[in-house]
């Protein structure tokens, strides 16, 4: 089992930044990749930034250049920076965990909210 617990979310004008965090506990050790999701009201769920064990990452287009994703595996946390936030980053955010059988953990999610 692996628990997730996000944090970091609130309220910022267009064009400021917010950090969020991911803290996971449990069987750290099965775990391969590291996600952020969000679900914007009235959307499907879409993957942000995703980061591997090794470190690679990869980013959704509509985020590239604006948002990083990092890890401290000391801390067992994932950050996401964002910046240069628009009101269609609007959304809930969800930390997801991918483990070595492919079954994935998720956080209850963090709420951003980006007033133009």
């Known amino acids: 089992q692996v628990q997730l617990v996000e944090s970091g979310g609130g309220l910022v004008q267009a064009g400021e930044s917010l950090s969020l965090s991911c803290a996971a506990s449990?069987?750290?050790?099965?775990?391969?990749?590291m996600n952020w999701y969000r679900q914007a009201p009235g959307k499907l769920r879409e993957l942000v930034a995703g980061?591997?064990?090794?470190?690679?990452?990869n980013y959704a287009d509509s985020v590239k250049g604006r948002f990083t994703i990092s890890r401290d595996n000391a801390k067992n946390t994932v950050y996401l920076q964002m910046n240069s936030l628009k009101p269609e980053d609007t959304a809930v955010y969800y930390c997801?965990?991918?483990?070595?059988?492919?079954?994935?953990?998720w956080g209850r999610g963090t709420q951003v909210t980006v007033s133009s």
């Open positions: 997801n965990a991918i483990n070595s059988w492919n079954f994935g953990y």
């Open positions: 449990g069987i750290i050790s099965s775990i391969t990749a």
């Open positions: 980061i591997s064990v090794d470190g690679n990452t």
